[in-house]
């Protein structure tokens, strides 16, 4: 079975210091992985997404990503939180069944003190 | 340019009413899904549609309809709504079933079950 965990629910980070948001993932395919950010009472906006091509993953926002087959990790990483990264973070792998959805972890909320 | 638009974006029901809600897309896109989002628990599937005409059980349907009359439309049935049924449900849909496609989401529609 495929499945996708975040550790920390909550992560705190002061503004400037490097943001580090833990994923780790299971699946006996190959894995197709995606980070989305939830703003306060908005959806979900896709951040970026692992597709094999490379292990290391660029995003929007100044967010990267980099997949490690060997720890089954795709940690979310950003070398300078700003204010406005203050949101609830998704990791996601997409399925290989019921019409390849995306099956999420529990999220993890971003705060960022000034 | 809408991309996944959700209607209504807030309901209050009582306990044994029904109510629908609708999603639409103008991407042109074949996969949609209903989700659900409760803290601590991340986005599950309540169902999705593969085209047209098509719709399918996801993770946690009981309780749920849903119809694909359009392709451009996928609405989420409540006929007799219960406190679980408290939530805030996202639609989504993408434009392939390959893994590396993403899912595009609306902004949630808040509903509460009293």
């Known amino acids: 079975a495929q499945s996708v965990t975040q550790l920390g629910s909550h992560v705190s980070v002061s503004e400037g210091a490097l943001v580090l948001l833990r994923c780790n993932y299971s699946?006996?395919?190959?894995?197709?992985l995606f980070w989305y950010v939830q703003y306060p009472n908005q959806g979900l906006q896709l951040l970026l997404k692992y597709t094999s091509a490379a292990t290391l993953v660029k995003g929007i926002n100044g967010f990267e990503a980099e997949f490690k087959k060997s720890e089954t990790s795709f940690h979310l990483t950003k070398p300078s939180a700003h204010m406005s990264d203050a949101a609830e973070y998704f990791c996601?792998?997409?399925?290989?069944?019921?019409?390849?959805?995306?099956?999420f972890g529990q999220g993890t909320e971003l705060s960022v003190k000034p | 340019n809408a991309g996944v638009t959700q209607t209504p974006k807030f309901r209050v029901l009582k306990t044994g009413q029904s109510m629908t809600l609708l999603c639409a897309q103008d991407?042109?896109?074949?996969?949609m899904y209903w989700y659900r989002q409760d803290p601590g628990m991340g986005l599950r599937l309540i169902h999705y549609?593969?085209?047209?005409?098509?719709?399918a059980k996801g993770e946690v349907p009981d309780g749920y309809n849903v119809s694909r009359l359009k392709k451009q439309n996928f609405l989420l049935g409540l006929e007799s709504a219960a406190p679980s049924q408290t939530s805030v449900y996202f639609c989504?849909?993408?434009?392939?079933?390959?893994?590396?496609?993403?899912?595009?989401f609306g902004e949630g529609s808040r509903l509460t079950v009293l």
């Open positions: 991407m042109n896109h074949e996969y």
């Open positions: 996601a792998l997409r399925a290989g069944n019921q019409g390849g959805k995306l099956i």
């Open positions: 699946s006996s395919v190959p894995p197709y």
């Open positions: 549609s593969v085209g047209e005409g098509t719709t």
């Open positions: 989504a849909s993408s434009y392939e079933l390959y893994p590396t496609g993403e899912l595009f």
